[in-house]
Each structure stands twice: as structure tokens, then as C-alpha cells.
């Protein structure tokens, strides 16, 4: 792993969907959905840097988990991880983004299958499907 660090949340709910939220920029990927999340700031490990992007992004208090297997490199030096997290305080609404939904795995498949999805998060397709569909 190299460069700086992106940190995106596969963010669950009891119910097990997953959060989705729709990019408006930039033109490439703007109307495809991803797992919401940002760039690690200095001084911050990625757990902090998550629980502060989904505080500004959907305006929700999240508790950590554990990472998920895969990881990405991205352009400009860029390393994407995902984080495991559910929300503990505040319901999500899109503040930087076109919108929010919560998917079932046959919702998340489809989408996938539609080219729906942000191209650097679809290599967490199979671990989210397993998760998401076990619960
Ligand atoms: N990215 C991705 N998949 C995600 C989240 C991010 O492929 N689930 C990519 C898109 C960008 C890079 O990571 O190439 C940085 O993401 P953001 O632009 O969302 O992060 P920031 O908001 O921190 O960046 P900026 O301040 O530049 O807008």
C-alpha cells in the first residue's frame, strides 16, 4: 500500500441492507453510487477519518469495525480501503450527495449488474453480498 489513503464505509443495517449514496461529481462517476467516505487527513488512522467523513457526508455518528479484505489503488497515489460501520446516532440524509438508499443484496447485484456502481468499489461486491446477505 502506498500514497495517501481513502477510506470508504460499508455501512449495515439490522435489517441487513447496505448504504448506498449517489456521487454528483466528478463527471466520470457523477450518478453512480458508492460506499460513502473521503481521504484520511493527517494524524488520523482510518476509523477516525470514517467516523468524520460520514459526519460531514450524511450527518451520522457511526461505529468502526473491522476492514474489508480488499483494497484498490486509485490514481494519484491513492489507496481505497472499506470499513465496516453501522450507525449509532442521527438518520442519514445526503449532504454532499444526490442521494442515499439502503439496498438489499438482490438490489446491490442488480445495480452492479446495471453498471450502477463506482468502478474501484465493485471489488467489494462479494464480501458485501456475503455479509449483507448472512445478516
Ligand atoms: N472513491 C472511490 N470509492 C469510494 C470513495 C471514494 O472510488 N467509495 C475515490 C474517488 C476519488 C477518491 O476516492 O478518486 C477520493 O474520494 P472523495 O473525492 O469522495 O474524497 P474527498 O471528499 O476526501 O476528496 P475531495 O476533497 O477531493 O473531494
Not at 35 to 63: C, F, N, S, T, Y
Not at 94 to 105: G, K
Amino acid at each position: 500500500m502506498s500514497g495517501r489513503m481513502v477510506v470508504a464505509g460499508a455501512v449495515t443495517s439490522a435489517d441487513g441492507r447496505l448504504l448506498l449514496a449517489q456521487r454528483r461529481y466528478p463527471p466520470e462517476v457523477a450518478g453512480l453510487w458508492e460506499l460513502p467516505g473521503g481521504k484520511v487527513e493527517e494524524g488520523e488512522d482510518p476509523a477516525q477519518a470514517l467516523r468524520r467523513e460520514l459526519r460531514e457526508e450524511l450527518d451520522v455518528d457511526v461505529e468502526v469495525g473491522t476492514r474489508l479484505e480488499r483494497s484498490v489503488e486509485l490514481a494519484h497515489d491513492l489507496t481505497l480501503v472499506a470499513l465496516w460501520a453501522r450507525i449509532v446516532g442521527g438518520e442519514p440524509r445526503a449532504v454532499e450527495h444526490s442521494r442515499l438508499r439502503w439496498v438489499t443484496v438482490d438490489e446491490l447485484d442488480e445495480m452492479a449488474a446495471s453498471g450502477a456502481i463506482v468502478p474501484a468499489d465493485t471489488v467489494w461486491l462479494p464480501e458485501l453480498s456475503l455479509r449483507i446477505s448472512g445478516g
